[in-house]
């Protein structure tokens, strides 16, 4: 049986192979995350430099500025690892402009209707509030007596994102959903709302709640609840980076709440998380909880790039962002991240075996 060729070419280059790693550096808004995600990229090079060059490039955070970058970038470099804005990445998909393996670091605007298409030297790995709502989905039908679905969110965007992914799951399951969005006001949900939803769940008596909330905003939601009805969420119910639950003042109002987020701030024996580096902070500094998933999702990004640099088409990482599987290079390109699952136990959160 004959190999069909690959469907791009990789770097034919001798070594050094060389990576642009094309980050908003010159952007207030995305200033940080970009910070974050450069930070933890060159840690995991430092470690494992030898035949790959990397270099930084800035770009703001307009399309335009993204795609002129992109393509000097692309012209003097065997691989691109980035953009950082859905923006940039949607431009890039849509205008037609990937020239070399690229490696997108978020997820691209979706169209209202239809399917975006990815260009095939394109590979999407940026973390996603999505999926990780639909794992959560998974998790919780994997009790054979789940039925109704309350779906809590506000208004805010990744709320909304995430409720709609979950509730899309499930009923994809033949399982009832209802979406309920609540209203906050400087962070907090209101006290009409939360009354409004306590009245529901005692007449409609749903199986599970999903909330697409953080974790101040779960807690409201356990306290009007109760805690005999399952809680899931995603990652935004870990509000600490991993080293700050260690001095951090514990409360059981969350305990049983179930979640998802990757090893780097759930396993301080993992592997990986013990082979890199961990960004500096002061020794009276907490960490910011989504800086520390950036900086993770910088190393993963290295390890990825380090494998298509090496000609790998097809390959499975344990990241420190969770169980990768990446194909690349031969057909539709294709990016996996099974995260891990986690409870909150005693006022804090510990990672449980995956259940399929």
Do not use: C
């Not at 998380?273 to 902070?281: D, L, Q, R, T």
Request: negative net charge; proline residues 6%; glycine residues 8%.
């Amino acid at each position: 049986m004959s190999i069909p060729p690959p469907a791009f070419e990789f770097p034919s280059t001798t070594p050094p192979a060389r990576i642009a790693l094309l980050l908003p550096l010159r952007s207030g808004p995305l200033l940080q995350a970009a910070e974050a995600v450069r930070a933890g990229f060159l840690a995991a090079w430092e470690r494992e430099r030898e035949g790959v060059t990397v270099d930084v490039i800035e770009t703001g955070d307009a399309p335009q500025d993204i795609l002129a970058t992109y393509a000097e970038a692309a012209a003097q470099h065997d691989i691109v690892v980035g953009p950082l804005s859905r923006s940039g990445v949607t431009a890039l998909a849509q205008g037609n402009a990937i020239s070399r393996p690229t490696i997108a670091l978020t997820q691209p605007e979706l169209p209202t209707e239809g399917e975006l298409k990815l260009p095939q030297q394109l590979l999407v790995i940026g973390l996603s509030i999505e999926d990780e709502a639909r794992q959560a989905a998974n998790w919780a039908a994997t009790d054979k007596k789940v039925g109704k679905a309350f779906v809590i969110a506000t208004a805010t965007a990744w709320q909304r994102r995430a409720a709609h992914a979950f509730a899309a799951q499930w009923q994809q399951k033949g399982k009832e959903a209802e979406i309920i969005e609540l209203t906050a006001s400087s962070g907090y949900l209101e006290a009409k709302g939360l009354s409004e939803l306590k009245g529901r769940l005692q007449s409609d008596q749903p199986a599970v709640l999903f909330v697409a909330l953080d974790a101040r905003q779960a807690r409201q939601v356990r306290a009007a609840a109760g805690r005999e009805l399952p809680l899931y969420g995603t990652s935004q119910l870990n509000p600490l980076a991993l080293s700050d639950w260690e001095t951090a003042e514990r409360t059981g109002d969350l305990d049983g709440a179930r979640f998802f987020d990757m090893p780097w701030q759930l396993q301080s024996d993992h592997p990986a998380v013990m082979s890199y580096a961990h960004a500096e902070a002061g020794a009276e500094q907490k960490r910011s909880a989504d800086l520390e998933r950036l900086y993770a999702l910088g190393i993963d990004a290295w390890r990825v790039a380090q494998a298509v640099a090496a000609k790998n088409n097809s390959f499975e990482l344990d990241g420190v962002t969770g169980k990768l599987t990446v194909r690349f290079g031969q057909g539709a390109p294709s990016f996996v991240r099974v995260q891990q699952q986690a409870v909150y136990r005693q006022g804090g959160v510990a990672p449980v075996a995956n259940r399929r």
